[in-house]
């Protein structure tokens, strides 16, 4: 049976592309014919919005009740709370309601562990799942680094994160050390590129060149474009708003990245059983 990859898509940084990336690879993953489950980790609810559901306050479940299920030991339902898009994507929405859970998750036992819980009772089935981050490094972050297999971390092209990548990979290894030992870092991608100017190139060579021994940086940049954003207000991915796009074959061209790498480990954990 095909193992199901549970990907985090992390940086505490606001506005770096974490709700888009998480869509269109999601996206991307369903168009090679992967079964896709994205997780709204983010109180914000961007990503359930970006998905057409408008009023996330007034859907009747979502990652809160499902977390707080978990923290009761109430088994979850097959499917429950989970939303299908019509392109393919499922989706474990988020609310409001889920600023609470960083409150609540303060005096639970095993605090660490609620959403990967969650999402091993709910996982079976898909080949991948994407967890959209909140941009914070609290207790909801760390539930998604303990549910995850890898990390994928965009940053933003015209701001050299060093500081911020720092503070993160820390709290990776940290999470790693103490909660996930399987944990690995999927992924630096470069977002919100704009091609025109000399700052965004000069950003992305340091950062090449800076961390490119230590982390996997994917080939794919992705451009600054409208339609990045236009496709958010449709409540779709970009494939299907405008698939002739500058960001439709940059999230084409990351699938692939992901979808090889991830053939690479799979060939490599066979290998290793096989010795
Ligand atoms: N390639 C792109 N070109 C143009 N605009 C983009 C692109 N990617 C994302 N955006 C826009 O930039 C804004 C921030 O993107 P996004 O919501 O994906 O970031 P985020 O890291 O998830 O933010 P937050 O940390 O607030 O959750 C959004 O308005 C989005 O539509």
Redesign the pocket.
């Known amino acids: 049976m095909p193992q199901c990859k549970v990907i985090a898509i992390v940086?505490q940084?606001?506005?770096?592309?974490?709700?888009?990336?998480t869509l269109n690879l999601g996206a991307g993953l369903v168009g090679q014919g992967k079964r896709v489950l994205l997780v709204d980790a983010?109180p914000?609810g961007?990503l359930t919005t970006?998905l057409g559901w408008r009023e996330p306050e007034r859907l009747p479940a979502t990652l809160s009740t499902l977390m707080e299920k978990v923290i009761q030991e109430v088994p979850l339902q097959e499917k429950e709370g989970i939303l299908h898009h019509e392109e393919g994507m499922d989706l474990i929405p988020a609310n409001l309601e889920l600023s609470g859970m960083e409150l609540t998750l303060v005096s639970v036992m095993n605090r660490e562990n609620v959403l990967r819980e969650c999402l091993r009772q709910v996982k079976d089935g898909y080949d991948y799942v994407l967890i959209?981050g909140?941009?914070s490094l609290g207790m909801l972050t760390i539930n998604s680094l303990a549910a995850a297999d890898s990390v994928m971390i965009?940053v933003q092209a015209h701001y050299l994160p060093a500081k911020a990548m720092t503070q993160l990979i820390r709290t990776v290894n940290k999470v790693k050390r103490g909660i996930n030992p399987r944990l690995s870092i999927e992924g630096v991608l470069v977002?919100?590129v704009d091609v025109r100017t000399n700052l965004a190139k000069e950003t992305v060579k340091v950062l090449r060149e800076g961390y490119g021994d230590m982390l996997k940086i994917y080939q794919t940049e992705?451009?600054?474009?409208?339609s990045?954003?236009e496709a958010?207000t449709e409540g779709k991915s970009i494939f299907s708003y405008n698939k002739d796009s500058t960001?439709a074959a940059?999230y084409g061209s990351l699938t692939k990245e992901v979808l090889k790498d991830g053939e690479r480990q799979r060939h490599q954990t066979h290998t290793a059983i096989e010795r």
């Open positions: 940086n940084k606001g506005g770096v592309g974490k709700t888009t990336t983010d914000q961007d970006a959209d909140m941009p965009p977002t919100l992705v451009p600054i474009a409208v990045a954003a958010t960001v940059a």
